[in-house]
T-cell receptor
Framework: DTAVSQTPKYLVTQMGNDKSIKCEQN?????MYWYKQDSKKFLKIMFS???????INETVPNRFSPKSPDKAHLNLHINSLELGDSAVYFCASSPNRGGRYNEQFFGPGTRLTVL | AQSVTQLGSHVSVSEGALVLLRCNYS??????LFWYVQYPNQGLQLLLKYTTGATLVKGINGFEAEFKKSETSFHLTKPSAHMSDAAEYFCAVSRGVSGSARQLTFGSGTQLTVLP
């Protein structure tokens, strides 16, 4: 079973479109994250939710809106896509307790290409 | 504030040779430190972590790292490189944010190439 899954794996779209990326974890974790990896492979936190509550909101354009319908899902919606949004987006989750509570488990990534 | 510096964006070693990937951190609180590996077109996989206790930590695939507070370093080593070790390696430092959530700050990554 895949622990942290993302759909789609690849997303190619035109500038100005609106798109969503979905993330699901079956690990029973309470905290989920979105990261952006740019073309130089630099990884930066975007958002984090803990039990459906937004707790990290880095300097991200408000065209990006995360939504957590329940603690196993954290989706990322992007409005009015721009060329600079092209990147790989990673979802991650972490447990709130136990010996691995400070570890983050990553999904396979979604490669977004904006044309 | 916290930050991570990885010296050397590209490292090449011969198969069987020692692997040394360098990481220095800056943190205003005692750090939690991590090494992640990313294989092509895949997500990140945890190699090892340091939180408290023993400063020499062992991870998967024969990797280990030593936390040196006086040098603010957490270098990753492996005695003998294997072709399958070729990947991108990320050092990261984390801090508590709210409740149990932790924010990871990553270094810029080191691409390891293993030559036959």
């Amino acid at each position: 079973d895949t622990a942290v899954s993302q759909t789609p794996k690849y997303l190619v779209t035109q500038m100005g479109n609106d798109k969503s990326i979905k993330c699901e974890q079956n690990l029973g974790h309470d905290t989920m994250y979105w990261y952006k990896q740019d073309s130089k492979k630099f990884l930066k936190i975007m958002f984090s939710y803990n039990n459906k509550e937004l707790i990290i909101n880095e300097t991200v354009p408000n065209r990006f809106s995360p939504k957590s319908p329940d603690k196993a899902h954290l989706n990322l919606h992007i409005n009015s896509l721009e060329l600079g949004d092209s990147a790989v987006y990673f979802c991650a989750s972490s447990p709130n307790r136990g010996g691995r509570y400070n570890e983050q488990f990553f999904g396979p990534g979604t490669r977004l290409t904006v044309l | 504030a916290q930050s991570v510096t990885q010296l050397g964006s590209h490292v090449s070693v011969s198969e069987g040779a020692l692997v040394l990937l360098r990481c220095n951190y800056s943190s205003s609180v005692p750090p939690y430190l991590f090494w992640y590996v990313q294989y092509p077109n895949q997500g990140l996989q945890l190699l090892l972590k340091y939180t408290t206790g023993a400063t020499l930590v062992k991870g998967i695939n024969g990797f280990e790292a030593e936390f040196k507070k006086s040098e603010t370093s957490f270098h990753l080593t492996k005695p003998s490189a294997h072709m399958s070790d070729a990947a991108e390696y990320f050092c990261a430092v984390s801090r508590g944010v709210s409740g149990s959530a932790r924010q990871l700050t990553f270094g810029s990554g080191t691409q390891l190439t293993v030559l036959p």
